[in-house]
């Protein structure tokens, strides 16, 4: 029997973790203290994981936050500079744990982008957002480019793309809505907001009804603006510039701004923006 097996971690244990986080001890003095003590590294790193986690998630609550939920997320632990997207290499070029933001590179090839925008260009309209009061859609003033939908799986590019989504940030395919091709002109832009849906507005409801909170977006960058249209997270001054086959990610655990997942498009100043974007919901969307 392993030592990692025979350590158990008990509620006493716990207790004293969360103790020391509070009177202001670092994560890596806490660690040290416990593998002086005999505990196995693994076992001390989980335990530790864990009780933060249960402490911080009990104290949100507490304070009146909506409960988090499970989330897409790559598979970052060890630093990787790739992933792999199950039929394309994908470079990981920023990762921010808070809010949780990863900068993709490569993740969609030029030809890819140019069939995107080729058949999103016949069907394209004035963008619409939820409308939160009903459940239904709406033009909004803040939102000034136009768009289109493509069914989940409408055909083999969207499909073959929705599935490296999939494999590259661990969430089933059926989870995502339909994918969404954007086209910004000169001076359009979406203002700041937030992607998950509020609980306080009377639509939402109805809105959840096909699959739940929104827990995930994937923005990816299909066409290059000459100056501007760069995703901006205000609440962390981080700015992503709209380079062409790149996309930037960002999950969210609930449904409130101490996610810190404030977001928009700004306004393009020279050239055309073409954009993709794929939302996840907690479940599967119908």
């Not at 792999?84 to 982008?113: I, K, T, W």
């Not at 977006?217 to 249209?229: A, D, R, S």
């Amino acid at each position: 029997m392993s030592t990692q097996t025979q350590q158990q971690v008990t509620p006493e244990l716990r207790r004293w973790i969360v103790e020391q986080a509070q009177a202001g001890h670092s994560a890596e003095s806490v660690l040290d203290s416990m593998i002086k003590s005999g505990w196995n590294e693994e076992v001390a790193i989980e335990a530790m994981e864990s009780s933060l986690r249960s402490h911080l998630e009990s104290h949100a609550v507490q304070k009146g936050l909506p409960p988090a939920v499970p989330v897409p997320d790559p598979r970052l632990d060890e630093s990787p500079l790739y992933l792999d997207g199950g039929d394309r290499r994908v470079h990981v070029l920023q990762a921010m744990y808070n809010p949780r933001v990863v900068v993709f590179g490569s993740l969609l090839s030029d030809q890819e982008c140019e069939q995107l925008i080729g058949l999103a260009k016949p069907r394209l309209a004035r963008s619409l957002t939820v409308a939160t009061k009903t459940g239904g859609e709406e033009v909004n003033e803040d939102r000034t480019s136009s768009g289109m939908f493509f069914q989940r799986g409408e055909n083999e590019l969207v499909a073959r793309i929705e599935a490296r989504i999939a494999r590259l940030v661990n969430w089933p395919v059926e989870n995502g809505e339909g994918l969404q091709v954007l086209h910004y002109r000169p001076g359009a832009e979406y203002k700041p907001h937030y992607d998950y849906f509020d609980p306080a507005e009377p639509g939402t409801p109805t809105i959840l009804k096909r699959g739940g909170q929104r827990v995930g977006t994937l923005v990816m960058y299909l066409g290059e603006p000459e100056k501007g249209g760069g995703t901006t997270f205000p609440d962390v001054h981080l700015e992503v510039a709209p380079k062409r086959g790149h996309g930037v990610f960002f999950s969210y655990e609930r449904p409130h701004p101490s996610t810190r997942t404030l977001h928009g498009g700004a306004p393009v100043l020279a050239g055309e923006k073409w954009i993709a974007t794929k939302w996840l919901r907690e479940r599967r969307f119908e």
